[in-house]
């Protein structure tokens, strides 16, 4: 099974905003995505870093999730208060 660790950095004091729109893509990924077994929003130790925290039932499911509307949409939204690109890493269970 796939597993994606996405680490993100916020710029400083936009925090709450990054928050709720990141609250929202983890609800329509939840509520939408079968193939999706795990998609979680964590804070970080470090100031202004969120990790999300992801398991996909195969590589199928990793593609209609990074194809999906609300990931393109609320993606974008969350890139406004982002200060770079985030970093992936990506795992396979063992």
Known sequence: M????????????????FEAAAK????AVNAN???????????GDEAD?????E????AAA???HRASDHFKTLG???G????GPPSILRLQEV
């Not at 796939?2 to 905003?17: D, F, L, W, Y």
């Not at 870093?49 to 925290?53: A, D, E, G, I, S």
């Not at 406004?80 to 200060?83: E, G």
Request: charged content about 30%; some cysteine; glycine content about 6%.
């Open 2 to 17: 796939p597993v994606v660790v996405a680490t993100i950095k916020v710029k400083s004091g936009q925090g709450a905003e």
């Open 24 to 27: 929202e893509l983890e609800a």
């Open 33 to 43: 995505e079968e193939g999706c077994s795990l998609y979680r929003l964590c804070k």
């Open 49 to 53: 870093t969120y990790v999300f925290v």
């Open 55 to 58: 398991q996909y039932r195969d």
């Open 62 to 64: 990793v593609e209609a």
């Open 76 to 78: 974008r939204k969350m």
């Open 80 to 83: 406004a208060f982002m200060d």
